[in-house]
């Protein structure tokens, strides 16, 4: 048990997804896991243990912002030995060619500042994601891309300090140099990762397009998010 998790030793899996939203944890352990097993709702910040396809599997909320996540991060590999961390969730297209229900895997992570900026000093360290996982999750939805009607896109991303964003000028930077869209934790998990030697990949759901104004209907959501939820899965396997 630590400050932000009440699980026991043994009941976090070496496997992490981490959607932001708690419910959202819920719905997905229950969508996709067998004999799913509440394991922390300290705060309210669910998590699920559970097994996919013979593995165990944890799904554990991290909240919204690099700084919420950082913390259940930490705790998730210095206490309970959390090997590979996927964040699930939701992020904003930044390129024309990208549509809502897309899903983005993130390559890279361009930001700001993270609550890791203070190790770095003057040196801008490049958030990356696991090669390997990489991979595997595009390998992964390119196969049930076809069959589905979504389209997959790989490239980097922007993990941004705030939502209501009052700078359009940086917005038009990140369009500018291919910034494929924006949300507000990869860069920071990327960085963890890296730090402690554990695996890390972001995949994302286009939920609303910073160009066109677009956004997914209501009923559409759980189909999409299931899309991506199920590409982590099967990278996390490989």
Not at 31 to 52: I, K, P, Q
Not at 174 to 202: D, F, P, Q, S
Request: glycine share 10%.
């Amino acid at each position: 048990m630590t400050f932000h998790i009440g699980a026991s030793k043994g009941q976090i899996a070496e496997t992490v997804l981490l959607p932001g939203d708690p419910y959202r944890a819920r719905w997905a352990a229950e969508t996709f896991l067998d004999n799913a097993e509440l394991v922390n709702e300290v705060r309210g910040m669910l998590g699920f243990t559970g097994s996919y396809k013979g593995h165990r599997v944890t799904i554990q909320g991290s909240g919204m912002g690099m700084p919420s996540l950082s913390i259940y991060v930490n705790e998730l590999i210095r206490d309970y030995g959390a090997q590979t961390l996927i964040r699930i969730g939701s992020c904003g297209a930044m390129q024309e060619h990208i549509a809502v229900r897309d899903v983005i895997v993130a390559m890279s992570a361009t930001t700001v500042s993270t609550p890791s900026n203070t190790i770095f000093r003057e040196v801008n360290f490049a958030p990356t994601a696991s090669y390997a996982l990489l991979r595997a999750a595009v390998d992964a939805a390119e196969k049930m891309a076809g069959a589905r009607g979504i389209g997959v896109h790989v490239g980097g991303i922007y993990s941004s300090d705030t939502f209501y964003d009052e700078r359009p000028d940086l917005n038009e930077q990140m369009v500018r140099h291919g910034i494929l869209g924006v949300e507000m934790e990869a860069a920071e998990l990327y960085t963890l990762a890296a730090r402690y030697g554990r695996r890390a990949l972001a995949v994302l759901t286009v939920s609303d397009h910073l160009i066109s104004g677009d956004a997914l209907p209501a009923d559409q959501r759980e189909r999409s998010f299931g899309d991506m939820i199920e590409i982590a899965l099967e990278a996390a396997l490989e």
